[in-house]
């Protein structure tokens, strides 16, 4: 049943925690600091150095997470259903919070949102085209 559950509610759950427990204690402006903030920096070739910071890192997670979660998509399996259902309720969660939630409004949560979505239409239109394949065989 763990299939069931969207792989894209970690960074979410991530961010969550981040912004809503103020870490850096000064409430939703330390949040954005805090995600923003270098943690390490990793010496290019070229002389420059690379920031990483803890949005990096969630960004990075969930770039990870939406490739897996494309391909569980893929399965036509009854449990894929639930899956497409429990993704599309963590887009609205995710929606909800970025046009109404205070520290939600980033560019980083923004991306977030945009891969829980992404997830959801794939899901969807996988689902959709291979309910057709099915259809197209079995009439034929």
Not at 28 to 37: F, H, N, P
Not at 46 to 64: P, Y
């Amino acid at each position: 049943m763990l299939i069931a559950l969207p792989l894209l509610v970690i960074p979410v759950i991530l961010y969550n925690i981040v912004v809503l427990t103020g870490i850096g204690g000064g409430g939703v402006a330390a949040a954005d600091e805090a995600l923003r903030q270098s943690m390490f920096s990793i010496p290019m070739t070229s002389g420059a150095s690379w920031n990483v910071g803890i949005g990096d890192l969630i960004l990075f997670l969930s770039l990870i997470l939406l490739f897996f979660e494309l391909l569980k998509s893929t399965s036509s399996q009854k449990v894929a259903i639930v899956n497409h259902a429990l993704s599309m309720i963590l887009f609205v969660i995710c929606l909800v919070e970025f046009l109404l939630v205070r520290g939600f409004a980033t560019s980083t949560f923004f991306l977030i949102v945009t891969m829980v979505m992404l997830d959801v239409l794939a899901g969807f239109i996988v689902t959709i085209i291979s309910a057709r394949k099915d259809l197209e065989f079995g009439g034929g």
